[in-house]
């Protein structure tokens, strides 16, 4: 595997880490 694409699978699985508790936030917020 190709160090390059090693890092890409990094930042994907950290945005999705970022994105997981803002959605959260928002789904648990009453509208």
């Given at each position: 595997m190709p160090l390059n694409?090693?890092?890409l699978e990094q930042k994907f699985f950290l945005s999705?880490?970022?994105i997981i508790p803002i959605y959260f936030i928002?789904?648990?917020k009453p509208l």
């Open positions: 694409q090693l890092c999705i880490f970022e928002f789904s648990l």
